[in-house]
């Protein structure tokens, strides 16, 4: 007896298969359960799973697993946060390590005598040095760059302005010992800004020279 099969919907069938074909093109993944037969004398098609004599048949086999379309335009995201994290964690560390060290405060004044000191009077002072001084005024603070009084954001652009105009290319800084560490290494970093950090000298008092350099 001639049996008809065709994959669901399909205008194309295949005719001349037994049942037991059918059966067994059906536990081997030939045909699957929605897929439609036509029995002889039959006129319709009808759905294996649903044919009396293949229902059974068509209940045991294991309905094959959802397809899942790959999308490759799909990002993975997992490596890009994990780079960020750890750029994070670096930008704390670097940030928290460089405000710290700003505002460790100055240690005690040690001298080596084989090191010879640079000395310079007052006008010479006046006639080869930019002089920046900081004092506390008030209880804070108060920038000065050649008397003139700067607002700390404002240190690295007024004393790159006073090099060009000046033409000098020294810088030598004063400051009260009461100051904080952290409101004189600005000047320290502007001078780099200005091209003279590798001329950038210290005033120390009398008082913290050794005997022997003293006048």
């Known amino acids: 007896m ?3 099969v065709r994959h669901e ?14 059966a067994q093109g059906l536990e081997d993944g030939v045909w699957e359960p929605t897929d439609e037969v036509q029995g002889p004398g039959e006129t319709g098609w009808t759905a294996i799973e649903n044919h009396p004599h293949l ?19 799909r990002l993975d995201m997992t490596a890009l946060i994990d780079v ?14 460089a405000a710290v060290q700003k505002l460790l405060e100055m240690g005690s004044l ?6 010879p000191m640079l000395t310079r009077t007052e006008e010479q002072v006046k006639e080869t040095m930019l002089v920046a001084t900081v004092r506390m005024e008030g209880g804070k603070p108060v920038i000065r760059l050649e008397d003139q009084e700067v607002a700390p954001d404002d240190v690295p652009a007024a004393l790159a302005r006073l090099v060009r105009e000046s033409h000098k290319f020294s810088l030598l800084i004063k400051h009260d010992d009461e100051v904080p560490w952290g409101s004189v290494v600005p000047i320290s970093d502007a ?8 001329r950038v000298y210290w005033f120390v ?7 022997q350099t003293r006048r």
């Open 191 to 198: 001078a780099k800004d200005a091209g003279i950090h590798q």
């Open 110 to 115: 040690n001298f080596d005598a084989r090191v």
């Open 84 to 97: 960020c994290l750890v750029l994070l964690v670096f930008f704390i560390l670097t940030t928290g390590y």
């Open 2 to 4: 001639s049996w008809k």
């Open 9 to 22: 919907g399909s205008p194309r069938h295949g005719e001349g298969l037994t049942l037991g074909q059918i």
């Open 55 to 73: 229902a059974e048949v068509a209940a045991d086999v294991e309905a094959p697993p959802v397809r899942h379309e790959e999308d490759e335009t």
């Open 205 to 211: 008092p009398p008082e913290y020279l050794p005997k």
